[in-house]
Structure formats: C-alpha cells, structure tokens
C-alpha cells in the first residue's frame, strides 16, 4: 500500500472513533441533567425565579440577581414620561441608563442621559446630563455639555413626574 493508503485509514479510524457514543454514567456526569418541562410557562417560571437555567446555581450564591420590573419603577416611569418627546437611543433598565438620540432642527440639536443611581425616589437617585450640538453652514460640528441648570430643569420635571405617579400609585391600592 502506498503513503497516501495509510493516511486514509488512519483518519477514518480517527473519524469512526470520533462519532461514536458513549452512554455516561449519571454518577459520573458532574452536569445535573433534569427532565425537560414541556409546559412553556412552568420552564419560564422556574428561569424567572433564578433557579433555572445556566446561572440558576450562581444567583443562589451570589444573592438575588432580579431587578424590580420597569413598571413598578417610578423614576423609571416619569423620565420615560418626561422624555417622551424625543427619539431614544438606548434604554437599559438593567443597565440604569437612557439615552436620547440627537434632537433638533436646522443647526442645532440635543442629547440627554438620564443614569439611575437608585430605585428610591430622591434628587440624588438621578444624574441627568445633556449635551447641545452646533453646526456650522459646512457641517463643521461642535458639541458642548449643556449648562446645568438647564440638566437640573429636567431631573427636576423627572422627579415632579415620579412624585405624581407615586402618588397615584398608593391611591390604586
């Protein structure tokens, strides 16, 4: 036989042994395997209480990885409310952020991030921040952080809207 002949087989074998299975043992297996749950809502269930799924193990040790749902979340509500004029660029509950895309007409336009801190209703529980964009007759564009009273005009709209929706809040239940 040629070379070639040997170098085939070898790889075929290597092939063959490769796709071949191996019933594991369970007391061998360090992976739990648990019955699969065909009703959907059960198995969405079991993930959202943190004891499904890869990190179920992890968040029992590490404490509870839930956040409040945004619904419940007044601050989150009002700067939603507040902010509702103008086009989002990124939202993240979990991420504590919310970024507007540029706003404006003609040569001028803003952007506005709301950062959570908190989940409590207090002026230090969000940092608002703002930006303005200038552009100039050959789009030569500047852009400067907005001043802070005009930041604090919106936290504080923010923080009058939770108060409101705090209030009607208690008044449902």
Known sequence: MKFTNYIFLILVAILLTACSSKESDSSSS??????FEPNAQKRAE???DGTGGILGDFRKQQGSGNFEFATSNVLWRASLKTLDFLPMQSVSYSGGILITDWY????????????????????SSIEVKSFKKTCGS???????????????????????????????DKNKK
């Open 30 to 35: 360090s992976i739990k395997k648990e019955p």
């Open 46 to 48: 079991k993930y959202r």
């Open 104 to 123: 404006g007409s003609g040569k001028e336009s803003i952007k506005i991030e709301v950062i959570f801190k908190s989940n409590t209703l207090e002026s």
């Open 138 to 168: 050959n789009s030569n564009c500047q852009v400067v952080a907005n001043a802070t009273d005009f930041n604090q005009s919106i936290k504080d709209k923010i923080l009058a809207s939770a108060r409101e929706l705090s209030i009607q």
